[in-house]
T-cell receptor
Framework: GAVVSQHPSWVICKSGTSVKIECRSL??????MFWYRQFPKQSLMLMAT?????????EQGVEKDKFLINHASLTLSTLTVTSAHPEDSSFYIC?????????????FGPGTRLTVT | GQQLNQSPQSMFIQEGEDVSMNCTSS?????WLWYKQDPGEGPVLLIA???AGELTSNGRLTAQFGITRKDSFLNISASIPSDVGIYFC???????????WGAGTKLIIKP
């Protein structure tokens, strides 16, 4: 299967600072990537769809000015949490569709644990 | 947002037992996917289903795409300790790849 990496795997930051999370497709190109957040014991919640070369599409209730997404190349999307607050502490996961066995399947990164103090 | 109905929410089983979980929806999906997530990790794809009625196996795992395209099940035979984790179903309706998720089934193996 395809491989998606994320960096960093965990980060602790102070309230009011910004944090950037990277999502890379390692062995395939991804014109589309997805960003999710997951709270403890809950399912994944889609935040936004990242599109290479164009603006991201945000889900209802997700502040685009707070969660900045840049998809500058076919293998890299970044999520920047601006002016982070403790309530932004969560597990952030990205995914990308890759063609495998003739159809597209979504592959996930290992996630980034963000803790805002 | 929309979510699939996944059950059971959790399962407590003995090692060696078979496991069955399912997902249902009120709407039709073109693709059903089953993922496993370990603590602190991203979901890992287990099985992908593309056709109504399709039955696919991956080792001890077997999943089926319901004939109505509104449901899917996942079976795990002869469970082992490393099967512990949370299993999620996900449905995909069209080519924009966006997934609709179930709430997850937590599998716990009794000592």
């Amino acid at each position: 299967g395809a491989v998606v990496s994320q960096h960093p795997s965990w980060v602790i930051c102070k309230s009011g600072t910004s944090v950037k999370i990277e999502c890379r497709s390692l062995d395939f190109q991804a014109t589309t990537m997805f960003w999710y957040r997951q709270f403890p014991k809950q399912s994944l919640m889609l935040m936004a769809t990242s599109n290479e070369g164009s603006k991201a599409t945000y889900e209802q209730g997700v502040e685009k000015d707070k969660f900045l997404i840049n998809h500058a190349s076919l293998t890299l999307s970044t999520l920047t949490v601006t002016s982070a607050h403790p309530e932004d502490s969560s597990f952030y996961i990205c995914s990308a569709p890759a063609r495998d066995r003739g159809s597209y399947e979504q592959y996930f990164g290992p996630g980034t644990r963000l803790t805002v103090t | 947002g929309q979510q699939l109905n996944q059950s059971p929410q959790s399962m407590f089983i003995q090692e060696g037992e078979d496991v069955s979980m399912n997902c249902t929806s009120s709407s039709i999906f073109n693709t059903w996917l089953w993922y496993k997530q370990d603590p602190g990790e991203g979901p890992v794809l287990l099985i992908a289903l593309y056709k109504a009625g399709e039955l696919t196996s991956n080792g001890r795992l077997t999943a089926q795409f319901g004939i109505t395209r509104k449901d899917s099940f996942l079976n795990i035979s002869a469970s082992i300790p490393s099967d512990v984790g949370i299993y999620f179903c996900a449905g995909q309706k069209d080519s924009n790849y966006q997934l609709i998720w179930g709430a997850g089934t937590k599998l716990i193996i009794k000592p």
